[in-house]
């Protein structure tokens, strides 16, 4: 096989890729690569509550709308991220606002974003990062304001405004068997229970190397969720490597391993349908300016394939 999309389709798998909106109109090289590696992308940060709608009834669809259709011209399925998220949230989602007021502005947001788009995304992570970290209901102004049922209130509007779209909860720090996926098990096996329509689980994934679950719990913990009837995806993939002892050879040999072991845990699941990595190049990942300089991904700052691409094609 020649590129990641060929050893994924081979394997009925999707492989994406997290695309920023500056890459994809600036960037040939990025745009080389992700029409030519992947089958499978997310708008890294153009579909989010806050750029869509800035203000209420205030829509900038213009940078989205590029983005779909870009994705469309390159053959690309789409995943809409994020409808439903506590984070890059407009202003205008505060405290202040009553029950009955947010409900109605999310329910707006899901709907019209749905609607545009419906024919054209395949797939939606509805609800975003709504746990915590310490396992309990994420203390957003979501769940303040609306409790626990802003999560299935927002798959039931999203289901009622586009029948075909996979629907998604998506978090992250729930890859292996720990207490916080096993809160977010309990909690989509309630939605399932209570016919909520949910179509799958995103394990998000932003891993370190050091700290990666092993294959066997990777697996054990993805079944789990599958065998609820769930699909279930990597949704984020990145591998942190600066907290090894710093040796740029050796880590990055360790960090294939890793992005080796997620594509093959995803293989064993017949349910897990795709892996997404969150960015192409180390030099535009969003870890340095968020957890320090790092080399997480795939491709290094010159947009050369690393052993982790290797890693991810051997794995499929
Ligand atoms: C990140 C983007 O990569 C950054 O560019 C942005 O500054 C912050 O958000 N979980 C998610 C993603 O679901 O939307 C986040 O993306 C990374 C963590």
Known sequence: VETLADAAEQSRRLVGVAAGYGLVTNDEQFVDI????FNYMTPENSGKWGPLQPAPGVWNFDTHDQMVEFAGQSELAYK????VWHSQAPGFVTD?????ELQSLIDDHITTVMSRY???IRAYDVVNEAMGDDAEYRDSVLYRTLGADFIANAFRTAHSVDRRAVLFYNDY???GLNAKSDAVYEMVKGLVHNRVPIDGVGFQMHLTAATAPSYDELVANLSRFANLGLRVNISE???RVADLPWDYQTNIAIQRQVYHRVVSACM???????VTTWGVSDKNSWINYTFGEDAALAWDDDNQRKPAYYGMLDGF
């Open 34 to 37: 992700v029409t030519g590696e």
């Open 80 to 83: 809409g991220h994020a409808l």
């Open 96 to 100: 202040d606002l009553s029950a009955d």
């Open 118 to 120: 419906s024919g054209e």
């Open 173 to 175: 720090n729930i890859a």
């Open 237 to 239: 993939l990145d591998v």
């Open 268 to 274: 064993a699941v017949r349910r897990c349908e795709a």
